[in-house]
């Protein structure tokens, strides 16, 4: 054998993906379907204005998971991790959830238009960054010699 070619999986190994896979999408297909009627029924019994007691704590906390986030992904990139596609997958997840929160919460006041530009010349343009990334050293990771059959 060649160092390109590598042996191919156990049939075991294959089925015990394949299941693996199959009670993934399960649980998130159950999860998807649940969400609808409680995201519906939040969207009836929420009231439009809340007051909140931990404003800062909240805000600086998710900032401070951000700049963990941000700072785990610049460090597996460094070491040429492959840690680095979670890391850099669940930056851009909370970049895009910064942004959401940031103008959402801010519509009505004057802070709207610092929040919009904020989420549109930054949040946005660098989880779009890091996601394309990811993406892109996806295309180029090496899978395993699999039989090309569906996979169920």
């Known amino acids: 054998m060649s160092e390109t070619e590598t042996e191919a999986p156990s ?4 089925e015990r993906i394949r299941r693996q896979r199959r009670h993934t999408l399960e649980l998130l297909t159950v ?8 995201t519906i029924l939040l969207a009836f019994t929420l009231p439009s204005g809340y007051t909140v007691r931990q404003w800062r704590t909240t805000w600086v906390g998710f900032d401070v998971l951000l700049l963990v986030a941000m700072a785990a992904t610049a460090l597996l990139g460094w070491r040429r991790h492959r840690g680095v596609v979670v ?3 669940s ?3 909370l970049l895009v959830c910064d942004a959401w929160f940031d103008v959402s919460l801010a519509l009505g006041t ?6 919009a530009a904020l989420a ?6 660098l989880a779009g960054f890091l996601i394309h990334r990811v993406l892109g050293m996806l295309k180029l990771a090496q899978w395993p010699n699999a039989p090309r059959e569906r996979v169920r």
């Open 11 to 14: 049939p075991l190994l294959l």
């Open 31 to 38: 999860c998807a379907v649940g969400l609808v009627p409680w």
């Open 87 to 89: 890391a850099a997958v």
């Open 91 to 93: 930056t851009g997840a």
């Open 110 to 115: 004057p802070d709207v238009w610092w929040s």
């Open 120 to 125: 549109v010349c930054v949040e946005l343009p």
